[in-house]
């Protein structure tokens, strides 16, 4: 997971880059894999793997519930917005230049991870290291690996 992360703050600044005016048509097209696949991917796994598995094996004072919420809540704010900003790339590769709304959205998106990331980092992963144990990450882990 820490391993995903790290490519997501490559492409958080990746995203700046863009957003200060720099173009570079395969930077742009990764990006547009990392948007619609690659981040996509990530957030299902989360959604439908991790929490759950943080569900079971979480105690009641460990409050997963509550974080659980909000990283949730970010993952349906941040899959519309990552298509919208791929959408603009594919629009910029095009030969349509990054309007100034498009700069701001993806200045917005790229703190929208960060935050979302300092907040798994610092909250969620600790948490799984001492509920998770490597008999029930196994299985997870390998279905992940499957899917990349």
Known sequence: MFAEHQRQRQAVDL?????????????????????????IQHIEDEDAELFPLLRAHCRADDDIESM???LSAEHDEGRPLA??????LERALGGNPLTDPARRKIKSFAAAIRRHLAFENAALLPLAEVRLTARVVAPWARRLSERR
Do not use: M, N, P, S
């Open 15 to 39: 995203l700046l880059r863009v957003a200060g005016g720099e173009f570079d048509a395969a930077g742009f097209r990764r990006l547009i894999r990392f948007l619609t696949k690659d981040l």
């Open 83 to 88: 298509l919208a900003v791929a959408e603009d």
């Open 68 to 70: 659980l919420a909000r």
